[in-house]
C-alpha cells in the first residue's frame, strides 16, 4: 500500500494548457503540502493544507490552486501553463497536530513537462 | 528566516570510503527540527532522521551516522563503508512549526553523492 501517491507520474503537455494533479496519503495525516522541484534538484514549499485548511501558500502564481476536498487529498490545478512550470511536483503529509515537529512523507513526485 | 547549506555540490567516493556530507543552517529559532532525505536516482524522497535542537547526541544507524553541532550550527552526515546503493542526492532540511498545523521545510540544494567500483 501506498502511503502518499500522487497521480499522474508524468505529465506531458503543451504551453497554454490547464492541467492537474492529484495526491491522496492513507496515514491519517491531516496536513498535506506541494513541492515543486526544479531542474537543478532545488525543493521548495509551494502550499500546505492543514484539515482542509490553507495554511502556507509561499508567493505560488495564482495559475496555481491547490484544492483539498478532504484530510486525505489534496490537488493540485495550473492554469494557462508556461515553460517555467516543467519541474516534478511532489506531495507529502504528516502529522500536524503534535507537539513535535514530525517528518514529511513524500509521494513519488508527478514530473510535468511543458513544450 | 531560515536557510540551509549544502556547500557541496557533488562528491565522488571509491566503495568502501567513508564519505561527509556537511550541512550549515540559520535560523532564529530557539526549538527546530533537522532532517535528511535522500532521493536516489529513481526520484522518490526517502526519510532518513530527524533531530530536535535540544538534542546534541550523535546517532548512528548501521553505517549512516550524524554529528549534530549547535555552536556551529551543523548537521553533518556521514556513511562509512560507502556503497553502490548509496549513489543518490541527499537533502539537508530544517523545519519551522506552523501556527495553523504542520511545519515548513526549508530544504538544502542538495550534495549528490556519486559511488563508483
Known amino acids: 500500500d501506498t502511503a502518499v501517491s500522487q497521480t499522474p507520474k508524468y505529465l506531458v503537455t503543451q504551453m497554454g494548457n490547464d492541467k492537474s494533479i492529484k495526491c491522496e496519503q492513507n496515514?491519517?495525516?491531516?496536513?498535506m503540502y506541494w513541492y515543486k522541484q526544479d531542474s537543478k534538484k532545488f525543493l521548495k514549499i509551494m502550499f500546505s493544507y492543514n484539515n482542509k485548511e490553507l495554511i502556507i501558500n509561499e508567493t505560488v502564481p495564482n495559475r496555481f490552486s491547490p484544492k483539498s476536498p478532504d484530510k486525505a487529498h489534496l490537488n493540485l490545478h495550473i492554469n494557462s501553463l508556461e515553460l517555467g512550470d516543467s519541474a516534478v511536483y511532489f506531495c507529502a503529509s504528516s502529522q500536524g497536530r503534535t507537539a513535535v515537529i514530525r517528518e514529511l512523507f513524500f509521494g513519488e513526485g508527478s514530473r510535468l513537462t511543458v513544450l | 528566516a531560515q536557510k540551509v547549506t549544502q556547500a557541496q555540490t557533488e562528491i565522488s567516493v571509491v566503495e568502501k570510503e567513508d564519505v561527509t556530507l556537511d550541512c550549515v543552517y540559520e535560523t532564529r529559532d530557539t526549538t527546530y527540527y533537522l532532517f535528511w532525505y535522500k532521493q536516489p536516482p529513481s526520484g522518490e524522497l526517502v526519510f532518513l532522521i530527524r533531530r530536535n535542537s535540544f538534542d546534541e547526541q550523535n546517532e548512528i544507524s548501521g553505517r549512516y551516522s550524524w554529528n549534530f553541532q549547535k555552536s556551529t550550527s551543523s548537521f553533518n552526515f556521514t556513511i562509512t563503508a560507502s556503497q553502490v546503493v548509496d549513489s543518490a542526492v541527499y537533502f539537508c532540511a530544517l523545519s519551522q512549526k506552523l501556527t495553523g498545523g504542520g511545519n515548513k521545510l526549508t530544504f538544502g540544494t542538495g550534495t549528490q553523492l556519486k559511488v563508483e567500483l
Open positions: 496515514l491519517g495525516h491531516d496536513t
